[in-house]
């Protein structure tokens, strides 16, 4: 969600006098949706491990954003955080990449991945 702001440039991220606050509230859910798939996975998973750290980190940059707005200055710029959002989901991308791998050690091929009951992990 927070990468989508680097292409839209209609939104007012970091116009202080907007009301919007888009890249908090985007952090905010972000963090809820993390925090609610985290309890998919085992504790002691990769899956869960990445969750808790991303979320952790969402937490760091929703209270940044938090002081800015309430002390009445200009958030960080929203490039940095969605340069880490974007970090984020090429990582999460390769994990949703293996999940589906049906052998260890081979990725599977995206035709594999969308063919209906070809993800060993959902099957």
């Not at 970091?14 to 919007?20: H, T």
């Not at 606050?21 to 963090?31: A, F």
């Not at 940044?64 to 090429?90: D, H, L, M, Q, Y």
């Amino acid at each position: 969600m927070t990468q989508g702001h680097l292409a839209d440039p209609t939104c007012p991220c970091e116009d202080i006098d907007s009301p919007e606050n888009c890249i908090r509230k985007h952090l905010t859910t972000d963090e809820a949706l993390a925090s609610e798939t985290m309890s998919m996975y085992p504790p002691n998973s990769r899956e869960y491990r990445m969750l808790k750290q991303f979320t952790g980190e969402c937490r760091m940059y929703i209270e940044v954003e938090e002081r800015a707005i309430c002390a009445g200055i200009s958030p960080p710029p929203a490039r940095a955080t969605v340069a880490w959002a974007r970090a984020w989901a090429k990582k999460f991308e390769q994990v949703i990449i293996h999940m589906c791998d049906g052998s260890a050690g081979r990725q599977a091929t995206l035709t594999e991945v969308a063919e209906p009951g070809n993800c060993p992990r959902y099957s």
